[in-house]
C-alpha cells in the first residue's frame, strides 16, 4: 500500500468552505425547529436606578403577542451561575444603559419588536457614572489578585537618573466585537431538557454556565454551535440573553429564536474597555532600557471586574532590571467589558510600542536595533527560559521582506505628491498555553476504505477549526483527507478548551492527534503482532480486518511545559501615506512576521494572521464606540457609525512565518495565532502616521482631524 | 417595526393621489433610508406607496425650457446609473464623483435620485428613539447641542437642531444650480431651484425640505455649464468609503487664461443643507487661480463657521479642503 503524503503544513483549502459560501452551513439561528415564537429584548433607557413601573398593557394587546416577561413574572435564576453581565431580569435595578428589562415573545419578530415600542417604564432616576473622564481619578485597586503591583527593582530610581526618557500617556477608546452574526439563540426544551442553538467560543463553558444559571444540571442543557459567525471574545462567555431565550421557550412552551439586534449589541454582549494607559521608560545613551513602567486606569461594570491585562506585553517583551506594571478600576454604569481579541496585549502594546518608538527617535536609534538590543534572554517576568522566542529574527527577516533600509529616520522626509509617506515597526506577542480537551475518534471500514470521524466539543469561529483537524487526524491515521469527518461544536461530545485565547489550535490538534496515537497503538496490541516499521491506523484495519474501533483520550499539556515560558512573537511593519491637507490615512502596506511554532497549515494561518491585521488597522485607525457622558448610551450603534476598515482602506497585507519548532510548548509544537496578529498592528501603525508626519497620535483611533 | 400598507403604485398621478389621501403615508422608493428608519421606530408611516417601478427613471437632454442644453435626470433613476451615466460622466464629472463618494455599489443600486436627495439626517439622537430629538419629536430637546457633536453642524445650526444633512449627490447638485422638478396632487409641475429647496433647521428642524406631503421629485435638472473640465468633489471622512463626510467640498470652475470666471463651491458636512460658499465664490471670481486667492476664498467662507463641543476641527479641515478642492479642480482632477 501506497503511503498518503502528509497534508499538516499544507495550505488546503477549508474544509466548511463550500457550506459556508453555499449558505448550507447553519448559523444559530438557521437550525429547523418547529413553530418557533420570535422574542425581542426590552431594554433600559436609563443607566442608572431602579424601575417604577412597567406598563405593558398596549403591548399585551399587539398583535401576535404571546407572552411579556419582566422582573415581575420571570422565574428565579442564580444570578452568580457563570453568564457575564447580569441582567438577568431578577430586579428592578438598572446598572447601565440598555439592560435587558424584559423580553417580549410573539409569533413574528416583527411583532415582538413593535410591541417592545408599546411598553412604557417609570424609572426612579440616579445620576449615572458614565463619564470616565471625570471618574478616572477614582479608580482603586483591582479586586483580582492577578492585576495587583508587580514590582521588579527600583523603577523611581532608574527614573530620575535618566537622560533618555519617554513618559506619557496613551488612550484606547471603548471598542465593540461586533461580529458578523449578531448573538442568537433558539431554545428548545424536551421534558426538563433545553437545547440551544447558540454560537460558543467555549462550548463547554456556554453549557455548564448556563446550566448553572437555569439552576439545572450541566447534562439538562445542551449546546448546540457547529459554526460561529465571528465572537472574537463576545462569544467566549456567554451573557444573559443565552439563558433568556430558555426562560422565554419555557414560559410559553414553545421553541423560541431570540437574536440581537445590531444595535442591541452595544450594551449586550461586552465591550472593550477605556484604557488610559502611562508607560515611563528610561534608558541610558546605548539604549538599554533601565526602567519600564506601566500604569493602566481602566474603568468596569458597577458591580463587577473585568480588567484588560494591558501590562501583559511589557512583563516579557524587554529586558529591564526595574519594572513597575500596575492597574486601577473605577466601576461604571457600563455593561461589563470582556475580552476582546488580543485582549490587553492589543490596546497594551500600542502604549508599549508607541512609547518604544519615542524613545527610539530620542535616542537617535533605529527602532529595531533598540529593541534587540533590549531583547531578554529568559523571561524577565519570571526567569524562566523561552520555549522558544523568535522574536529578533521576525524582526530582522521582516526588516528585509518589507525593504526597512528604504525609511528615512527623520519624519516628514518621505513626501509623494500630496501625501507623507512613512513607516512603522512594533513588536507583538501572545502567550501559548494548551488546554485539557478530550477526543474520540471512531474508524469504520468497508473493503478496503477506512474513515474516521473525530468528535470533540470545540468550536470554529471561522478560523479553520475543522481544517486543522481534519489534517491533523488524516496524518495521525493514515488517512486521505476525504476520509475523515470532524465533528466539533456541541456540548454532548467529548468536553474541550474554549477557542479563546489562542489555545484553540494548541489544545484541540493535540487531543486529536493523541487520540489518534493512542488507537494507532491500541489496534497494535490488538493485531498481537510486533512490527519492524508501525503502520497506520488505517493499514491496520485492513490488515487485521477489524470494521469498526474507537477510543477516546483526556489530553493534558506536557508536564514539563509549565517550565518554560512560551509566547508567539511577531514583528509587524505598516507603510502609511497621509494626505497633506485633509489628513486622511491610508495603509499603503502591512507585513506581520511571525513565529507560532508549527503551522498546520499555512493558508488558514495566514487568514488568521491579515485578519487579525486588517481589525488592528481598524483598532489603529477608525474603531471607536462613543459613549454620551450625560446618559450612558452609545451614540455609535450600527456600523455606519462605527467604523471598521473596509477595502479601500486596506492596501497590500503580507504574512510571513518563521519556521519554528518548539519543542518544549507540546507534543506537536503548536502556539497559536488567533490573537497574536491584531497585537501590535496599531504601534506599527501609529508609529508610521508619526514618521510620515512627524505627528504623535497617543490616543486611538487616529481619525483625520487628529493629524491636521 | 409598526404595521403598514403596502401599495405598488401603476402611475406618478395615482401614486401622489394615494399619498396625498393619507397624511401618515410615505413613498418608497429604494427603501434604503426609509426603511432603516422604520425599523428603528423613527418613521411611521401606516402605508407606503411603492414608487420604484413608475417610468421615471431615464436621463436625458433637455431640448427646451429654462435648462435647455443641460441634462434631465429621473426621479426614480437609481444612483448608480446617474453616476455612470455618458452624458453625466462627460458634463457633470462633478456630480458622477459625488454620487460615487456616498454609500457602497449595493446601496447605490438601490438607491434612487429622488431618495437621495430626501434621505435624512445621520445624527445619532435622531435615530435613538430613547434620546431626545426635535427633528425626530418636536419639543424634546436637541440631544446633540450639548451632546456628543462631532459630526454635527458649523453653520447655520439654531440651538433646536444642529444636525448635518448628509448627501453627496445633493451637495454637487447644489454647486451646479440644479431643480428639483416635482408634481402635485393637484396634478400640477412645481419647479423647485435646490438653493431653495432645503431648509435650515430654525424653529422647524422637523422639516428637512421645501417639498410639501403629496408631492413627488419627478426630475432634477441640471442647466448646461462649461465647469466640466474643472471640477472635483472632495469628501473627508472617517474611512477611505463607506462613511458619511466629515467635510465635502465639490468644486467647479470656468477658468480664461488663468483668470477665473465663474466659480461654484458647495460643501456637505457643516450643515442642516448643502452650503452654498457663496463668499468664498465672490472672492474668486475674476482673480487668478493661484493657491493664495484660494486660501483668501477658504478663510472668508469659514470665518462664519460657529463650531460645536466636538468639530471645532471641521473649521481647518473645511478650510484645507476648499483649498484642495480648488486645487483639484483647476488640475482636472489630478492631485
Ligand atoms: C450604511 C449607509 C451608508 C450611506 N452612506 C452614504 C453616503 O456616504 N453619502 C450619501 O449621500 N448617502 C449615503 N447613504 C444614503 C443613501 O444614499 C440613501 O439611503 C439613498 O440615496 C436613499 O434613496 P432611496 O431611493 O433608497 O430612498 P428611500 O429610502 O426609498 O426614500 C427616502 C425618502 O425619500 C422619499 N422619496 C423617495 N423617492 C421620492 C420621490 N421620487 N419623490 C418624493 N419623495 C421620495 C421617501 O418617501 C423617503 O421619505 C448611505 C446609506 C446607508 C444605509
Known amino acids: ?95 447601565f444603559f440598555g439592560q435587558h428589562i424584559g423580553i417580549v415573545v410573539a409569533e413574528t419578530f416583527e411583532q415582538a419588536r413593535y410591541a417592545s415600542r408599546l411598553i412604557t417604564v417609570t424609572y426612579d432616576k440616579k445620576e449615572p457614572k458614565v463619564d470616565f473622564d471625570n471618574l478616572a481619578d477614582q479608580a482603586r485597586l483591582p479586586k483580582d489578585k492577578e492585576k495587583a503591583d508587580a514590582r521588579r527593582g527600583d523603577v523611581q530610581k532608574a527614573l530620575s537618573q535618566a537622560t533618555y526618557k519617554v513618559e506619557e500617556v496613551y488612550e484606547t477608546p471603548i471598542e465593540h466585537h461586533h461580529p458578523m452574526e449578531p448573538h442568537a439563540t433558539i431554545a428548545e426544551w424536551n421534558g426538563d431538557h433545553v437545547t440551544l442553538y447558540n454560537s460558543a467560543q467555549i462550548v463547554n463553558g456556554a453549557q455548564t454556565a448556563t446550566a448553572a444559571t437555569l439552576n439545572l444540571k450541566p447534562e439538562q442543557v445542551r449546546i448546540v454551535s457547529p459554526y460561529i459567525g465571528g465572537g472574537f471574545g463576545s462569544k467566549g462567555g456567554q451573557w444573559a440573553n443565552l439563558a433568556l431565550a430558555a426562560v422565554a421557550a419555557k414560559y410559553v412552551n414553545r421553541p423560541v429564536k431570540l437574536a440581537l439586534t445590531r444595535q442591541q449589541m452595544v450594551n449586550s454582549v461586552g465591550l472593550r474597555q477605556h484604557n488610559r494607559q502611562k508607560i515611563s521608560l528610561a534608558a541610558t545613551a546605548d539604549g538599554k532600557l533601565t526602567a519600564l513602567v506601566h500604569e493602566t486606569t481602566t474603568h468596569c461594570a458597577i458591580n463587577d471586574e473585568f480588567i484588560e491585562p494591558c501590562g501583559d506585553c511589557s512583563k516579557v517583551m524587554y529586558d529591564t532590571p526595574n519594572s513597575l506594571i500596575t492597574y486601577r478600576v473605577v466601576p461604571m454604569n457600563l455593561i461589563l467589558p470582556t475580552y476582546t481579541r488580543g485582549p490587553g496585549k492589543s490596546t497594551g502594546s500600542f502604549a508599549l510600542e508607541s512609547a518604544m518608538d519615542e524613545l527610539a527617535y530620542k535616542l537617535k536609534m533605529d527602532p529595531i536595533a533598540f529593541r534587540i538590543k533590549n531583547e531578554p534572554d529568559r523571561d524577565p517576568s519570571n526567569g524562566k527560559p523561552w520555549s522558544s522566542r523568535a522574536m529578533v529574527q521576525c524582526l530582522q527577516e521582516g526588516a528585509k521582506a518589507f525593504g526597512w533600509e528604504n525609511r528615512k529616520f527623520e519624519p516628514r522626509q518621505n513626501q509623494q505628491g500630496n501625501y507623507w509617506v512613512g513607516y512603522g515597526v512594533a513588536a507583538g506577542t501572545y502567550p501559548a498555553h494548551q488546554r485539557p480537551t478530550s477526543a474520540l475518534v471512531k474508524l469504520k471500514r468497508t473493503g478496503d476504505h477506512v474513515a474516521a470521524t473525530v ?254 | ?128 428613539v430613547a434620546m431626545p430629538c426635535n427633528k425626530r419629536e418636536p419639543g424634546t430637546g436637541c440631544g446633540a447641542r450639548e451632546g456628543i457633536n462631532r459630526m454635527h453642524a458649523i453653520f447655520g445650526w439654531s440651538e433646536h437642531c444642529v444636525a448635518v444633512y448628509p448627501s453627496d449627490m445633493a451637495v454637487a447638485l447644489t454647486a451646479l444650480d440644479a431643480t428639483v422638478i416635482v408634481r402635485s396632487a393637484n396634478g400640477q409641475q412645481r419647479s423647485i431651484p435646490i438653493a431653495d ?66 466659480a461654484r463651491i458647495a460643501m456637505g458636512g457643516v450643515a442642516h443643507k448643502p452650503w452654498r460658499a457663496l463668499k468664498a465664490e465672490q472672492i474668486l471670481v475674476g482673480k487668478e487661480a493661484t493657491e493664495a486667492t484660494f486660501k483668501r476664498a477658504a478663510n472668508a467662507e469659514m470665518a462664519d463657521a460657529k463650531p460645536l463641543t466636538h468639530n471645532a476641527f471641521k473649521v481647518e479641515l473645511g478650510n484645507r479642503s476648499i483649498v484642495l478642492a480648488l486645487q483639484m479642480a483647476v488640475n482636472g482632477g489630478k492631485a
Open chain 1, 1 to 95: 500500500m501506497k503511503d498518503i503524503p502528509k497534508v499538516t503544513g499544507t495550505p488546503i483549502n477549508r474544509i466548511d468552505g463550500i457550506a459556508k459560501v453555499t449558505g448550507k452551513a447553519p448559523y444559530s439561528m438557521d437550525h429547523p425547529v418547529k413553530n418557533p415564537a420570535y422574542a425581542i429584548l426590552i431594554k433600559s433607557t436609563i443607566a442608572s436606578g431602579k424601575i417604577q413601573e412597567i406598563d405593558a398593557t398596549a403591548a399585551e394587546k399587539a398583535p401576535g403577542v404571546i407572552a411579556i416577561i419582566t422582573h415581575q413574572n420571570a422565574p428565579k435564576l442564580n444570578v452568580k451561575g457563570g453568564l457575564r453581565g447580569g441582567a438577568l431580569l431578577q430586579s428592578p435595578e438598572i446598572e
Open chain 1, 455 to 708: 468528535e470533540l466539543a470545540a468550536a470554529d469561529l471561522g478560523t479553520g477549526t475543522y481544517t486543522i483537524l481534519t489534517q491533523t487526524a488524516a496524518d495521525a491515521l493514515g488517512l486521505p483527507i476525504q476520509n475523515v469527518n470532524v465533528i466539533i461544536g456541541d456540548s454532548d461530545l467529548p468536553p474541550a478548551a474554549g477557542a479563546v485565547g489562542s489555545v484553540g489550535a494548541a489544545s484541540y490538534a493535540n487531543a486529536v492527534n493523541d487520540a489518534c496515537v493512542k488507537l494507532t497503538q491500541e489496534l497494535v496490541t490488538k493485531s498481537g503482532k510486533q512490527f519492524f516499521v508501525r503502520p497506520t491506523a488505517a493499514q491496520l484495519m485492513r490488515s487485521e480486518k477489524i470494521t469498526d474501533f474507537q477510543t477516546r483520550v483526556d489530553s493534558k499539556p506536557p508536564e514539563r511545559a509549565e517550565d518554560y515560558s512560551s509566547h508567539s512573537f511577531n514583528a509587524n511593519f505598516a507603510e502609511v501615506a497621509v494626505n497633506k491637507s485633509t489628513g486622511m490615512i491610508r495603509v499603503n502596506r502591512f507585513l506581520a512576521v511571525t513565529g507560532a511554532g508549527t503551522i498546520l497549515n499555512p493558508k488558514t494561518a495566514r487568514s488568521q494572521i491579515i485578519g487579525g491585521n486588517v481589525w488592528g488597522i481598524g483598532m489603529a485607525l477608525t474603531e471607536e464606540s462613543v459613549v454620551d457622558p450625560r446618559w450612558g448610551n452609545f451614540v455609535t450603534r450600527s456600523l455606519a457609525d462605527y467604523h471598521v476598515p473596509t477595502n479601500l482602506d486596506i492596501g497590500q497585507l503580507d504574512a510571513i512565518f518563521i519556521n519554528e519548532k518548539d519543542e518544549h510548548v507540546n507534543t506537536l509544537g503548536v502556539k497559536g495565532i488567533g490573537e497574536v496578529g491584531i497585537v501590535a498592528v496599531a504601534a506599527a501603525v501609529a508609529n508610521a502616521v508619526f514618521n510620515a508626519t512627524g505627528k504623535r497620535v497617543r490616543e486611538l483611533p487616529i481619525t483625520p482631524d487628529k493629524v491636521l
Open chain 2, 1 to 128: 417595526m409598526r404595521a403598514f400598507t403596502y401599495t405598488r403604485a401603476k402611475d406618478a398621478t395615482s401614486a401622489i393621489k394615494l399619498l396625498a389621501e393619507n397624511p401618515n403615508a410615505k413613498f418608497l422608493a429604494g427603501g434604503t433610508n426609509l426603511l432603516d428608519l422604520m425599523k428603528e421606530d423613527v418613521e411611521r408611516p401606516n402605508a407606503l406607496i411603492d414608487i420604484s417601478e413608475l417610468d421615471l427613471s431615464e436621463i436625458k437632454p433637455i431640448i427646451n425650457g429654462a435648462n435647455q442644453g443641460g441634462i434631465s435626470l429621473g426621479g426614480l433613476g437609481k444612483n448608480t446609473d446617474s453616476a455612470n451615466h455618458l452624458l453625466v460622466r462627460q458634463h457633470y464629472p462633478l456630480l458622477s464623483q459625488a454620487i460615487l463618494a456616498g454609500a457602497s455599489g449595493q446601496i447605490r443600486n438601490m438607491a434612487t435620485n429622488g431618495g437621495n436627495l430626501l434621505q435624512r439626517t445621520r445624527c445619532p439622537y435622531f435615530y435613538e
Open chain 2, 197 to 262: 429647496f432645503y431648509r435650515l433647521p430654525g424653529n422647524e428642524p422637523e422639516k428637512d425640505t421645501n417639498l410639501m406631503h403629496g408631492e413627488l421629485i419627478t426630475a432634477i435638472e441640471l442647466p448646461k455649464n462649461r465647469f466640466a473640465e474643472q471640477s472635483y468633489y472632495l469628501k473627508v471622512r472617517d474611512r477611505a468609503s463607506y462613511a458619511f463626510a466629515l467635510v465635502s467640498v465639490a468644486a467647479a470652475l470656468e477658468i480664461e487664461g488663468n483668470t477665473i470666471k465663474q
